[in-house]
């Protein structure tokens, strides 16, 4: 859902700022087993390509993990194939956690 909209003054609508609560799934499909929920806020944080600032939790609902979270911070360079953010905390079952998440796109 978008949350602030600025007047767009650049190709990578800067400032632009998205809240988002998806489902978080065990597999890339949208049919797969529900796990619980990706919940955050992502900016778009450069003027000058396409980047986002991503503040992530996955909110985990079901199995060992249920009500455990992990909580991520950092960039988002969207073009990359690969992009690496900071693990910065974690509850219940991650509790102290502390490294770093790699994402990357998949088609569902």
Avoid: H
Avoid at 16 to 25: A, G, Y
């Amino acid at each position: 859902m978008q949350i602030i909209r600025l007047p767009n003054k650049t190709a990578t609508s800067f400032g632009t700022t998205f809240m988002v609560d998806d489902p978080l799934t065990e597999k890339p499909k949208p049919t797969s087993k529900l796990v619980g929920r990706a919940q955050g806020i992502y900016a778009f944080a450069s003027q000058s390509d396409l980047g986002l600032l991503m503040v992530m939790n996955f909110a985990f609902s079901e199995g060992i993990y249920n009500g455990s979270a992990i909580s991520i911070l950092g960039q988002n360079a969207v073009l990359d194939a690969v992009r690496e953010m900071s693990i910065v905390r974690g509850s219940r079952i991650f509790w102290f956690a502390r490294g770093y998440a790699f994402c990357k796109d998949s088609l569902a």
